[in-house]
């Protein structure tokens, strides 16, 4: 069985092309295409469920085509729609830090160099131009923006975001 905690999303599934079961998608990552990816994973039903890739072909930089083994008609297809495209961890390590989906990031804790355990970080807010990670506090909720530029490490294993903030940003 496949736990949720050995995936990471890549993309997501966004509706049938064509009447023999392939699907268009979006991806923040193109590790499937650098390494060897046999397979992809979804969530069906609460289950985490691999399926082996039959063909893929990019249309754009962000964009593709994937065909799944097994999946050959459109109304087969259309069942991924909108699901999130999963990778096994093991390949965690060869994609950049900008190429995971950010929501990964909820349930790890940030520790600033400085201040040490900030919290667990709750959600990850995308709604304004500067990315933040909200991490709730006893009497309100902390903001701490998810600049590369701040974040010094990252163990993927432990679920820790190891930060250097800017002096005095905890104090606004």
Sequence with gaps: ???????????????PHGVNGEMSFSFTSDIFDREAVPYFVFEIQGILVPFFLEEYRFKGS???????????????????????????KKFLEKVETAEIELDYFAGFSLVDAEKGLLGVISEVDQTTENVLFVIP?????????????????????????????????LDL
């Design 62 to 88: 962000t964009t593709g085509l994937l065909k799944l083994e097994g999946v050959t008609t459109e109304e087969q297809a259309r069942g991924f729609y909108g699901l999130t495209i999963y990778l096994p």
């Design 137 to 169: 506090t006893k009497d309100d909720e902390l903001l701490i923006p998810a600049g590369e530029e701040y974040i010094e490490d990252i163990d993927h294993e432990k679920k820790i975001i190891y930060v250097r903030l800017p002096e005095g940003l």
């Design 1 to 15: 069985m496949i736990l949720k905690s050995s995936v990471f999303p890549i993309g997501q599934v966004n509706k």
